[in-house]
T-cell receptor, first 116, second 111 residues
């Protein structure tokens, strides 16, 4: 079954304690992305990757890091989480064609993060 | 940057009625996509319309695109209670590597 998986699904942590949210897809997609969703603000892109070792900042990258060492995995790293990073996080993957743009994205189930 | 803006923010209708949601955007696009999100869950892709297309259908969904007005609409016909969800438009900009989402329309279908 084609899917995007995220772990953990729920996480409560304390300010400053480094954490990693994993994301994996089994569709051989080149393009992967992280979003955060907050009430009233919709989905905002954090980082995206167009292929292995190619990553770029989205609209709200501050306080986050990513890496793309393998095509299927795209972990999101919070080196020193703060309460304003409490949010619902989604990983997504899709095909991508230069000059055509981003195609339909497949989303993971979400990770609800609370930083106290 | 937030490109798509959905209208209305919330919509409540009776089962069997049609629901129409609108999306406006600001810059030129390669394609525009609509997604559905059930409460707290991941988004599900509904339909993609390319910039050179004007209308597209998928089951009970009908999407139109007017690039001269930089707007799109999503029509759900004969709505069902199961259509209750938030609906988002997303734009893939020309020459951009990003998909930019609006804030969504919350649809409630009353049985």
């Amino acid at each position: 079954e084609a899917q995007v998986t995220q772990n953990p699904r729920y996480l409560i942590t304390v300010t400053g304690k480094k954490l990693t949210v994993t994301c994996s897809q089994n569709m051989n997609h080149e393009y992967m992305s992280w979003y955060r969703q907050d009430p009233g603000l919709g989905l905002r892109q954090i980082y995206y990757s167009m292929n292995v070792e190619v990553t770029d900042k989205g609209d709200v990258p501050e306080g986050y890091k990513v890496s793309r060492k393998e095509k299927r995995n795209f972990p999101l790293i919070l080196e020193s989480p703060s309460p304003n990073q409490t949010s619902l996080y989604f990983c997504a993957s899709s095909l991508y064609a230069p000059g055509t743009g981003v195609y339909e994205q497949y989303f993971g189930p979400g990770t609800r993060l609370t930083v106290t | 940057s937030q490109q798509g803006e959905e209208d209305p923010q919330a919509l409540s209708i009776q089962e069997g009625e049609n629901a129409t949601m609108n999306c406006s955007y600001k810059t030129s696009i390669n394609n525009l996509q609509w997604y559905r999100q059930n409460s707290g869950r991941g988004l599900v892709h509904l339909i993609l319309i390319r910039s050179n297309e004007r209308e597209k259908h998928s089951g009970r969904l009908r999407v139109t695109l007017d690039t001269s007005k930089k707007s799109s609409s999503l029509l759900i016909t004969a709505s069902r209670a199961a259509d209750t969800a938030s609906y988002f438009c997303a734009t893939a900009g020309a020459g951009s590597y990003q998909l930019t989402f609006g804030k969504g329309t919350k649809l409630s279908v009353i049985p």
